[in-house]
């Protein structure tokens, strides 16, 4: 079977974009949320072992890469408050905990547009419930068929190292098929405790403290593109 022919069979089988539990994924986000859009951000993917997901291979980060180092802005990008930043969302990646979230430069155009609403604050103790919702919606002139993995990956960030990395998800795939201006909402999740480097039992591990953190989302779509957002702040409760 091949890539396409698969392609097919998951946007056949693909959910419409109505067909999620939005009462229960906005069950935590009732109160007052901050939008943050990429805009029209991608990143080119076109080797064949991206057509399997795999969340630790998403995000690949390059030999030259360093060690944190101090400073009030995650890797020199603007932090976005109330409003999307200016111009194109910019690409990133990170090898993961206790590395930075390293600027990638402008993310090139893609026919999908990625929304992130996060809560002004969460609490570590509600870590099994999403802290937001990442809408992707087709902003093309031509109707979508694509798969991506279950979900999106989520960096949380504090003075420019990672402190929590995305969870592991299922390897599996799922169709993704857009009209025009069609949309369709994932959850996003964050285990919201301190990892530790190599290590993959983030719920065991320690709590976030009590602050202010940056959280940057990235979904990748099979042998296409990847959709990013960020940095995002928000407020962790004790």
């Not at 990429?38 to 997901?53: E, G, Y």
């Not at 929590?164 to 025009?180: F, I």
């Not at 719920?203 to 779509?221: H, I, M």
Request: proline share 11%; charged share 20%.
């Amino acid at each position: 079977m091949t890539l396409r022919s698969r392609l097919d069979d998951l946007a056949a089988d693909a959910p419409g974009p109505g067909a999620l539990d939005l009462d229960r994924i906005r069950g935590r986000i009732a109160r007052r949320r901050r939008t943050r859009v990429a805009s029209a951000s991608a990143a080119v993917m076109l080797t064949a072992a991206m057509s399997t997901v795999a969340a630790a291979g998403l995000l690949d980060q390059g030999d030259d890469a360093a060690p944190p180092a101090a400073g009030s802005t995650p890797s020199g990008l603007p932090t976005v408050d109330k409003s999307p930043a200016p111009g194109p969302q910019q690409a990133f990646t990170s090898r993961g905990c206790g590395w930075i979230v390293k600027d990638q430069g402008p993310a090139p155009d893609s026919p999908l547009r990625m929304t992130v609403e996060l809560d002004d604050s969460v609490d570590p103790d509600d870590w099994d419930e999403p802290i937001g919702t990442a809408t992707i919606t087709n902003v093309s002139e031509e109707p979508f068929t694509g798969a991506t993995g279950p979900g999106p990956d989520t960096y949380v960030v504090r003075d420019d190292s990672v402190v929590t990395e995305p969870g592991p998800q299922q390897a599996s795939l799922h169709g993704v098929m857009l009209a025009q201006g069609q949309s369709v909402i994932y959850p996003v999740h964050s285990f919201l405790r301190r990892c530790t480097p190599g290590d993959v039992t983030q719920p065991q591990d320690e709590p976030l403290e009590p602050g202010t953190y940056q959280v940057y989302v990235a979904l990748q779509f099979v042998d296409a593109f990847t959709l990013y957002s960020g940095p995002i702040e928000v407020e962790v409760t004790g």
